[in-house]
């Protein structure tokens, strides 16, 4: 079959990822993933639809909705027509799934998600944002593997599914925030770095900038892709205003 006709197979073929058939719940996944482990006896042969058949929890017909998404995600890997090997991350999460840790399970689902696309979008949006909707979080991830709302919205809820399992995102009143492993360690919003041109550290071991001049040498980070809003930029740069009056400040009351 030419190349051509193999990309308008499938449901995913005119997205830039691949997305989890939406017929099969999260749980479905954990036991495509666990089977996958157990058939191929943890990585070491090659397991196929054959393979997969005397697990009867498995409806061997709706493993090929998985399949490019477990690669993707790295789960698994092909190893010949067919015919596929769990990673190490698929055989850690199985592991994790037969003694039923909470622990485990997300520690072993953010060593899978933390390297997503959809993880890495998640984050951006909600450190501009901080808290969103549910409709507005699949639109961001939607948008940006140039989903169908109509034909993808449930297979992108499952990628929230993930998150949310890693604990990498929780829901609170109706909306998801990051969750605690991506909060600055007090419990603030992060902060600007800035970076004077000469510090001195004080007796009590806090590093204070110190100024010397009426100028002072210093950068900003300010990330802006083609989904940036207008009401974003503005967020952002108000941020940035906001801290140079406050060194603006610190700095005549040094200079009394």
């Known amino acids: 079959m030419s190349e051509g006709k193999e990309k308008k197979k499938g449901a995913n073929a005119e997205l830039k990822y691949p997305l989890p058939d939406k017929r099969i719940s999260l749980d479905s996944h954990f036991d495509i993933i666990k089977a996958y482990v157990v058939a191929s006896n943890n990585g070491k042969n090659p397991a196929g639809y054959k393979e997969l058949e005397p697990f009867n929890k498995i409806i061997t017909t709706l493993v090929s909705g998985c399949n490019k998404f477990f690669e993707n995600l790295e789960i698994i890997t092909k190893s010949e027509v067919g015919k596929y090997l769990p990673t190490e991350k698929g055989i850690d999460l199985c592991k994790a799934l037969q003694w039923k840790d909470e622990n485990l399970i997300k520690e ?48 992108l809820d499952k990628l929230i599914e993930y998150m949310m399992t890693a604990k990498l995102i929780v829901e609170k009143d109706g909306k998801f925030i990051l969750g605690k492993t991506e909060k600055h360690e007090n419990g603030s919003k992060p902060k600007i770095l800035l970076d004077p041109n000469k510090v001195e550290e004080s007796k009590s071991n806090i590093v204070k900038p ?18 940036t809003s207008e009401e974003q930029i503005r967020k952002s740069i108000r941020v940035i205003v906001d801290e140079l009056e406050k060194i603006q400040q610190e700095k005549t009351e040094n200079s009394q």
């Open 108 to 155: 072993a689902m953010q060593k899978i998600v933390e390297s997503t696309w959809f993880w890495n979008q998640t984050k951006q949006y909600l450190m501009i944002n901080e808290h969103v909707t549910r409709d507005e979080l699949i639109q961001k991830i939607g948008l940006n593997c140039e989903a169908d709302p109509q034909k993808h919205t449930r297979s």
């Open 210 to 227: 110190v100024y010397n001049s009426s100028e002072i040498n210093m950068s900003f980070g300010l990330l802006i892709n083609p989904e």
